[in-house]
């Protein structure tokens, strides 16, 4: 009889040990994270990102984080979307069709969480939020968009006698032809002239690349574009052939083989929308926070040494003494 006694005791202490266990880990808060694929920028976002939880105080015994990454499949993102937004007290999309895809898996299970997103060019048109200045509803974050007008005056600054400037970017990513149609505008404002590619994937990039030099391209311009990002080995090596300097719209684009950018420095905006996460949890409403971008100060001028040399051109003294240099990685 006592050795029952005893097993029903440690049975109930087992059960109390296990209960609060549970509670501590109900206690925590639940951090969800969707990013659309895998590449540099995004990477740099994401540990932006939980590099300013941290800081603030939210880390791993006050945090669960729960990461998804589709790799760009249209189906799995989802699927994970709708996953996350159920178990998390609070949600990141990584790039547009991620915080996309966020907000609808929301809508649809009935859930009424804040959804935070970076690495987003057009919040709005995306409709993510009804303005930059007042997002309303749960979602606001940081929009990537780049400082378009200094990248195509970097090109006229690297050739004095430019004619014509490419642009090459994803078909089917917004954000990209976003920024395609501000440099476009760019371009006519300086009475340049311009050719416009466009690419599906990864099979036509080695094809499109070497179509818009044949065609007249001096200079190429890539914006901040997800398929073009993960491959810009592939036309870093054509255009340097080529010696056609290529303008990138980040620095990790320049570190893999690009030339050239003054561009939205990515861990910065991670810790932005990091900033706005801890806003969030101590009380602030998404809807109260506007849409944060860098300002010029924050972006980041950055020189390819390795592309230099193979380039073989001479740059202005005023960039290589402004410009951070990096060698391909």
């Given at each position: ?19 609060f266990?549970?509670?501590e ?5 639940k951090?969800g ?125 690297l ?17 990209s ?9 760019e ?15 990864v ?8 179509k ?69 949890l ?48």
């Amino acid at each position: 009889m006592k050795l029952i006694k005893r097993l029903v005791v440690m049975v109930c202490l087992l059960c109390c040990i296990f209960t609060f266990t549970a509670c501590e880990k109900d206690d925590k808060i639940k951090v969800g994270i969707l990013q659309s694929a895998t590449h540099s920028a995004l990477d740099s976002a994401r540990l932006g990102f939980i590099e300013a939880l941290k800081n603030a105080g939210y880390d791993e015994s006050k945090i669960t984080l729960d990461v998804q990454n589709p790799e760009g499949n249209p189906s799995n993102m989802q699927l994970m979307a709708k996953t996350l937004v159920r178990k998390s007290d609070i949600v990141l999309g990584v790039a547009t069709d991620a915080a996309v895809a966020l907000k609808a898996a929301a809508n649809t299970e009935g859930v009424n969480i804040p959804i935070l997103f970076t690495a987003v060019t057009d919040a709005v048109d995306a409709s993510l939020v009804e303005s930059n200045e007042h997002p309303g509803g749960k979602v606001t974050g940081t929009s990537d968009i780049n400082p378009v007008s200094d990248q195509i005056a970097l090109a006229k600054q690297l050739k004095n006698d430019l004619k014509t400037i490419g642009i090459l970017y994803t078909i089917s990513e917004t954000n990209s032809k976003v920024q395609a149609d501000m440099a476009i505008a760019e371009i006519k404002k300086e009475g340049l002239e311009y050719i416009e590619r466009t690419v599906t994937g990864v099979t036509d990039i080695q094809q499109t690349v070497k179509k818009i030099i044949a065609d007249g391209a001096e200079i190429i311009y890539i914006p901040t574009d997800n398929n073009l990002a993960k491959n810009i080995a592939i036309v870093g090596d054509i255009a340097n052939d080529s010696k056609v300097p290529l303008i990138c719209g980040e620095e990790n684009m320049v570190k893999a083989g690009g030339f050239i950018t003054f561009g939205v420095n990515y861990t910065k905006l991670g810790e932005m929308v990091g900033d706005m996460a801890v806003k969030i949890l101590e009380g602030t409403e998404p809807k109260d926070i506007p849409v944060g971008t860098l300002s010029k100060d924050q972006c980041n001028l950055v020189i390819n040494t390795d592309t230099l040399a193979l380039l073989n051109i001479q740059v202005p003294d005023e960039i290589m003494e402004k410009a951070t240099k990096v060698k391909t990685e």
